[in-house]
């Protein structure tokens, strides 16, 4: 399906920027969303999840928005490197009637430029 | 530590020959397992899922099968492969206790078909 989905294709950065990739879902009783990093020939890499209990989780130069009023989910990178240049997927939990499978949007590809 | 293999990493098959793609994962019990298909500059689309062995469930209709003959092996065939079927394809692997986590891939299959 394609619930979720993605508002800009590329994204261009300086080296030490902050990024902001956006998402957008539409199934409002999703309740879990994961943002993943894919490099160029390699499977997709886990990078943050989130639950539907939350609103923001942080990790390592990394951090998630979710704003459930408006369906929005959001991925900031702080200072951002070169080898953060990669696709970037949001993703959904399609819970137990698929097997809690993911359900990706199309990808945002972050272009970090020295 | 959990890894997933996959391979071959790269297939060049002729329309009409058949498909065997196997994955198996390693340092988990009971996962339950995934395969996706990636098109160029696309998104992941959920192909199979199965919650245990010999138990499949297919997201789309199409000219793919799959199996799980074991616990920790999932196999994505064809009798015939067609145009169509070229793409990254990519298995992965979710632990089964906590429903709502993240899923975890293998590097993947390019697969042509000439």
């Known amino acids: 399906g394609e619930s979720v989905g993605l508002h800009l294709p590329t994204l261009s950065v300086q080296e030490g920027d902050n990024s902001i990739i956006n998402c957008a879902y539409s199934?409002?009783?999703?309740?879990?969303f994961i943002w993943y990093k894919q490099e160029s020939g390699k499977g997709p890499q886990f990078i943050i999840d989130i639950r539907s209990n939350m609103d923001k989780r942080q990790g390592q130069r990394v951090t998630v928005l979710l704003n459930k009023t408006v369906k929005h989910l959001s991925l900031q990178i702080a200072a951002t490197q070169p080898g953060d240049s990669a696709v970037y997927f949001c993703?959904?939990?399609?819970?137990?009637?698929?097997?809690?499978?993911?359900?990706f949007g199309k990808g945002t590809s972050l272009l970090v430029t020295p | 530590s959990q890894t997933i293999h996959q391979w071959p990493a790269t297939l060049v098959q002729p329309v009409g020959s058949p498909l065997s793609l196997e994955c198996t994962v390693e340092g988990t019990s009971n996962p339950n397992l995934y395969w996706y298909r990636q098109a160029a500059g696309r998104g992941l689309q959920l192909l199979f899922y199965s919650v245990g062995i010999g138990q499949i469930s297919s997201e789309v209709p199409q000219n793919l099968s799959a199996s799980r003959p074991q616990d920790r092996q999932f196999i994505l065939s064809s009798k015939k492969l067609l145009l169509s079927d070229s793409g990254f394809y990519l298995c992965?692997?979710?632990?089964?206790?906590?429903?709502?986590?993240?899923?975890?891939f293998g590097n993947g299959t390019r697969l042509t078909v000439t």
């Open positions: 993703a959904e939990n399609l819970g137990s009637n698929s097997g809690y499978a993911l359900n």
């Open positions: 199934n409002s009783a999703s309740d879990y």
């Open positions: 992965a692997w979710s632990g089964r206790i906590f429903m709502n986590s993240p899923l975890h």
